[in-house]
């Protein structure tokens, strides 16, 4: 009896002192604007938006908006703009490089419809 009694008095204090540490794990929701073409740049992009901390990631099209949920301790939204950048898309935070939007294929072709090479 007095180990069981003892058991629930360890669980109740890690609670305590674990409480804390969870609520301190943010859970962030933004919406960046990212330029893209079909349905090749969407599954790019994506990819290339799951960087750590980032739990879910879906671009759409039509509206040229990725919405991210992420964890704050773990990234922030411009790091995310940067990994998308450096996947060759444009978007309103960072823009990508030259040589990144280079090895794009033909078909995703956003900037005027012209690719650099």
């Known amino acids: 009896m007095k180990t069981h009694f003892q058991n629930i008095i360890v669980i109740i204090l890690f609670l305590c002192f674990a409480a804390p540490v969870w ?3 943010k ?9 893209g073409v079909c349905e ?3 599954k790019r992009i994506e990819n290339a938006a799951f960087i750590k ?3 879910w990631a879906e671009w759409d099209v039509n509206n040229q908006q990725l919405v991210v949920i992420y964890k704050t301790k773990k990234t922030d939204l411009d790091e995310i703009a940067s990994a998308v950048a450096h996947s060759g898309h444009d978007n309103g935070i960072s823009k990508a490089p030259d040589e990144a939007y280079a090895k794009l ?3 995703c072709a956003y900037r005027d419809g012209v690719k650099v090479h």
């Open 23 to 25: 609520s301190q794990q």
């Open 27 to 35: 859970i962030a929701t933004d919406t960046l604007s990212v330029t």
């Open 105 to 107: 294929p033909d078909c």
């Open 53 to 55: 901390g980032v739990k």
């Open 40 to 42: 090749m740049c969407k």
